[in-house]
């Protein structure tokens, strides 16, 4: 049950957190928002780190999976904004929102196999997410949405081909990255392996950006926009928090599920504060994912 009580938490501070980068990004470029959010989360929590005096283990597995999550992450991301650049929100985010499915996977594969009704209760989150995502205005990622705009390319077979594969490895990498900051947070604890990837993370996309000569200038932006690059930093790096504290549990894959149907509170204040419709089909998610949600909370109990 707590490993649910934790994928509810980790899904409102990621959509919380999504919904002021949808506002941000729109400003000042997706790219620079998740710079900015990166190093919010890596400035706090080193401060907080240095200030109880967290001692930094270096065992060599968790080490990996340390350094694995933060680059995976920064991959991850930057190759759903390529995608959407490219195509259709329509055809790139159900593909994104479809990685709990890996999750799922390896903890087959580690044994931790789920019986029928938690098996048709992920099944239900998982198509709920993809129906959500489907008719989304705007991206739903853990790093916040892209401006709202169409594609500048033709569709073409081989602009489609891109647009699939560029989704595809966004979902697949990004489904690493949540395995391997999980792995890690059992290793060690959540705090040292959020510290630690978000720190990889951040510097490997400054990097990157910085080889693409990009002006990473978000310090210099005007209070408004500094605020809430900060609360998006500080809602971002919470919710993986409980997405890590999830992974100590007995089913860290219940905790990643549910911790992916963030889009649907990205949608709801989307709707709420911006007076945006929800869609039929979008409706259609909510209540299997609600659904979903209550059947594990009902197992685990």
């Not at 990166?38 to 283990?57: E, K, N, R």
């Not at 968790?62 to 195509?87: K, M, P, Q």
Request: aromatic residues 8%; proline residues 5%; glycine residues 10%.
């Amino acid at each position: 049950m707590i490993a649910v009580f934790f994928g509810v938490g980790s899904a409102i501070s990621l959509g919380i957190a999504d919904y002021l980068a949808n506002r941000n990004s729109v400003r000042i470029g997706a790219d620079r928002t998740l710079c900015g959010m990166l190093a919010v989360g890596t400035v706090g929590l080193s401060l907080l780190g240095i200030a109880t005096g967290t001692s930094i283990p270096l065992e060599p597995v968790a080490v990996a999976y340390v350094l694995i999550h933060g680059v995976c992450l920064a991959l991850a991301l930057l190759t759903f904004f390529a995608a959407l650049a490219r195509g259709p929100v329509s055809v790139v985010a159900p593909i994104v929102g479809a990685h709990p499915v890996i999750v799922v996977a390896f903890a087959v594969v580690s044994g931790r196999t789920p019986d029928l009704a938690e098996s048709a209760a992920i099944a239900a989150i998982i198509v709920g997410v993809v129906l959500i995502g489907a008719v989304t205005p705007g991206p739903q990622t853990e790093s916040g949405p892209a401006p709202k705009q169409r594609s500048v390319l033709p569709p073409t077979p081989r602009v489609t081909g891109s647009i699939l594969v560029l989704a595809g490895f966004a979902s697949v990498v990004y489904a690493i990255a949540v395995i391997t900051g999980q792995e890690a947070s059992a290793r060690t604890d959540g705090f040292v392996a959020l510290w630690m990837g978000r720190t990889v993370g951040f510097l490997f996309l400054l990097a990157l950006l910085l080889l693409r000569r990009r002006d990473v200038y978000f310090w210099r932006l005007p209070a408004q926009r500094q605020g809430i690059i900060v609360a998006h930093g500080f809602l971002d790096t919470f919710g993986f928090f409980l997405l890590f504290a999830g992974g100590m549990t007995r089913n860290p894959e219940f905790t990643a599920v549910i911790s992916s149907t963030f889009s649907v509170v990205t949608v709801i204040l989307a709707c709420v504060l911006l007076g945006e419709r929800m869609a039929r089909l979008q409706i259609f998610g909510l209540v299997l994912i609600v659904s979903g949600v209550a059947m594990l909370g009902y197992a685990g109990a």
